[in-house]
Each structure stands twice: as C-alpha cells, then as structure tokens.
C-alpha cells in the first residue's frame, strides 16, 4: 500500500476474518493497521464494492473485493468460512464505521465463532463516539439505541420506554427522519438536552444542540436536511 509517495509492505496474514474499520467521511482516518490488513488480505467483503475501492484507490491498494450484505449474508458468509478454512484471510469491511455496529456480519461473527474461527476486530473509526464527545452530554454512561425505528409508531414507543433513563442515549437517523424523531423525542423526553451530529468528519459536519423542538427548528429552517445524523 501507499501513503502519499511512500509504498510500505504489508505482513502476511494468518487464516482468520479480520474486522475492518473504515473512515466514517475523512479517508485520512483509517488506521495503519487497517490498510495493512486490507492490503495483505486475500479477499476484502463490503457492503458496497464501489464505496470501498474509493478508499483502496486512496492508498494504493489491489484486491479481491466480493460483496457482503444483508441480502446475501448467508450464502457470502459460507463461503468466507469455506475461504479460511482453506487458509486463506479475509477482511470484512463497512462502507463506513465498524462493522457489526448498525452495519452487517453479526451472523458471519456468530458462525465463525461457533466453527472455531479465529476472528480479529481491528479498532477504529464509528459515527458514534465522535458523536458522544461533541454532544456535551454525559460521556460516563450511555446506551447506543442503533437506528431508531422507521414507524411513527414504534420509535414513539421505544422513545417513551427510555424517557426514564439517566444515562445518555445515542441513536443514528436518516435525514428524511431526523425531524419526524425530533419530535418523538419532544414529545416523549419534553425538554431533555439533545445534540444532533451529521457529517462527521466531512467537509459539512455540524453539530446542533438544544432541546429537541429547538434542533428541529434549526434543520428546518436550512434550505436541505442532508447528511447521516447521531
């Protein structure tokens, strides 16, 4: 791989999967280790094929690349026990953040872990840390909630459930939602401080605090609502 003009060799890898973190916006994110892995793998899965070489073009990097999703999880995550098995290391990789974390390969963790698989997460970049610091709330505890609910009905509900938690709750949002859980939250949470993140760690990253009716008001006042929101 390569960093600017500079090539570095990659170690050779070990049969195992190995858990890939890829930058949430700013491809200046990943880890060394990261590209080390993904460079010396002898297939990469993701999400989305053409996401994932933007970032292997960025450094340099040629391989394999094979699709992983929730679509085809069961088929693709036999065949990637099938691949170690044979001794071949594969790296599972998130179009953005840390696999697993509101991203696929739950399943494949679960059935390389009952079949004896070694399995290696490499730490690194997720939407929802950075979130936490930049929200001014209470770092020392918190619950991560994943996507909140499409339906009206069952995010209102899931939001009332947790009105009586004091530790910080941290959920991702779609833009064409974020107002729509705003306003769940107003009417589940009354004034409860909230801080809403998009963007992160790209050109337009914002974050907006207040009550939720106030950060509501603040989107909407904007031309365009764009962005994955924390």
Same mark, same amino acid.
């Given at each position: 791989?390569?960093?600017?003009? @500079? ?13 890939? *973190? ?20 002898? /297939? ?16 340099? +990097? ?54 004896? /698989?070694?399995?290696? *997460? ?53 833009? @064409? ?47 365009? +609502?764009?962005?994955?929101? /924390?």
């Amino acid at each position: 791989f390569h960093i600017g003009a @500079h090539p570095f060799a990659a170690p050779a890898l070990a049969p195992a999967l190995y858990l890939v *973190a890829t930058p949430v916006g700013n491809l200046g994110d990943v880890t060394l280790r990261a590209l080390q892995v993904l460079a010396a793998a002898d /297939v990469i899965y993701c999400e989305d094929t053409r996401v994932t070489v933007k970032l292997l073009e960025r450094y340099g +990097i040629r391989a394999r690349l094979k699709p992983y999703h929730d679509h085809n999880a069961a088929d693709a995550g036999a065949a990637i026990l099938a691949a170690i098995a044979a001794g071949q290391a594969v790296a599972l990789a998130s179009d953005a953040g840390t696999p697993l974390l509101s991203d696929p390969g739950f399943p494949l963790v679960r059935d390389a872990v009952a079949a004896g /698989v070694k399995v290696e *997460a490499l730490p690194g970049a997720s939407a929802l840390l950075p979130a936490l610091q930049l929200s001014a709330l209470p770092t020392d505890r918190f619950t991560f909630l994943g996507f909140l609910p499409q339906k009206a009905g069952e995010r209102l509900r899931l939001l009332t459930e947790m009105a009586a938690r004091r530790d910080t709750l941290v959920a991702y949002e779609s833009p @064409h939602r974020v107002v729509d859980a705003l306003a769940d939250i107003a009417s589940a949470m009354g004034g409860r401080a909230v801080s809403v993140s998009r963007e992160i760690s790209k050109l337009h990253e914002e974050t907006l605090r207040g009550s939720a009716a106030e950060v509501a008001a603040l989107l909407q006042a904007k031309p365009a +609502i764009k962005g994955e929101f /924390v």
